[in-house]
């Protein structure tokens, strides 16, 4: 008669592993808090990337190699928790993109979604399908999954973005798909500003199908138009507690994320103020773009200035302490999650 079983020795225990590995089992019981812990856990730890670092860095490797040679001559963001993992949060990869005066970074198309949000210098473009955009610092820009994409520079200083992309989220369900365009540079179709025109002014061409699937016809959202807003926005009411005035870059299509994976944001908090320690389960990398302060992610605290980028992992609670008026874009895997019901939020 089967009964429970008593307490067993280690030494058995250690055999029968041995035994079922062979066979290609293992016991659930010897990982389950691990596999569902009690609230989130992640090797990310809160981290800060001083633009004072990493632009010399950068122009050295402008030296060292090209556009071209390189493909994407890109700095990549490790998150210190997750070194040689290529993410900046458990699902997300962050990187600064240099672009020198008279390069190409050949056109491609790939399923990850990247962003784009340019840090410093003008002159470059970005194409995508077609239609190039000017990027200033301050732009946010999309570049939607499966879209043919190079960028150039027929300006005159150094240019840098930082990159976000959906890298391990694509790779988790094992979608990557990569293909080279046969020319360096893609044939432009459309002039500059022309989607911006069809569904950036809260109009939309009559039987609108929304050339980028799931992500906003709208790949360039211009730094003068989110600034405008915010200051707009503070001279009306209070600020949110949390978060300031913060607003979501939106698809004008569906009035929900701008991209399916990566959700972007732009928020003012103003001089003096200290946000309330706020938490989600989106881990989040902010760029500065004007202002500093001070960021405390889970006891940890970094000063802060114009073009560092610090990250707060999922469920650390993160307040700001503006020094100065300060402006910040941000980016997170919100939608991604919304899609699954998984997010959560927790306000002090
Ligand atoms: C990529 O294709 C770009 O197209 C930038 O500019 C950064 C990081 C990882 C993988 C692909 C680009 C990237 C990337």
């Known amino acids: 008669m089967a009964s429970v079983p008593k307490p067993h020795s280690g030494a058995a225990r250690q055999d029968l592993y041995r035994r079922i590995e062979k066979h290609n089992f293992a016991p659930l019981w010897e990982v389950y808090h691990e596999l569902i ?4 856990m992640t090797p990310c730890k809160p981290a800060i990337w001083k633009w004072a670092d990493a632009r010399p860095y950068l122009m050295e490797a402008g030296a060292l190699i090209t556009a071209k040679e390189a493909l994407r001559r890109v700095l990549v963001l ?17 990187g600064y993109q240099l672009i020198l005066p008279g390069e190409i970074a050949p056109s491609h198309r790939h399923t990850q979604s990247a962003l784009r949000f340019v840090l410093e210098g003008s002159g470059a473009y970005t194409a995508v399908d077609g239609e190039r955009t000017t990027m200033h610092p301050g732009d946010f820009i999309i570049t939607p999954s499966w879209t043919w994409h190079d960028h150039g520079h027929e300006g005159s200083e150094p240019v840098v973005w930082l990159d976000g992309l959906d890298v391990r989220i694509v790779r988790t369900f094992a979608a990557q798909f990569h293909e080279p365009f046969p020319e360096e540079v893609q044939p432009v179709s459309r002039g500059e500003g022309a989607s911006l025109a ?6 939309k061409p009559l039987g609108a199908v929304a050339p980028f699937g799931k992500t906003s016809p709208i790949f360039s959202y211009p730094y003068g138009r ?12 209070d600020p949110d507690p949390c978060h300031g005035w913060k607003m979501e870059f939106i698809n004008p299509l569906t009035g929900g994320h701008a991209m399916p994976t990566i959700a972007a944001f732009i928020q003012l908090i103003p001089k003096g103020f200290r946000t309330q320690p706020y938490r989600s389960t989106d881990g989040t990398v902010y760029s500065v773009v004007e202002g500093s302060g001070r960021v405390t992610v889970a006891g940890e605290s970094f000063d802060f200035g114009p073009r560092d980028t610090f990250v707060a992992p999922s469920w650390m609670p993160l307040s700001i302490e503006a020094d100065a008026e300060c402006v910040l874009f941000s980016f997170s895997d919100l939608p991604a999650q919304d899609a699954l019901g998984l997010w959560r939020e927790k306000r002090a």
């Open 198 to 203: 069809r569904y950036g002014n809260n109009l």
């Open 226 to 237: 989110s600034r405008e807003t915010l200051a707009r926005l503070a001279k009306e009411g």
């Open 78 to 94: 490790q998150n210190p928790g997750m070194r040689g993992e290529a993410c900046i949060t458990q699902s997300l990869f962050a």
């Open 37 to 40: 812990p009690d609230q989130p």
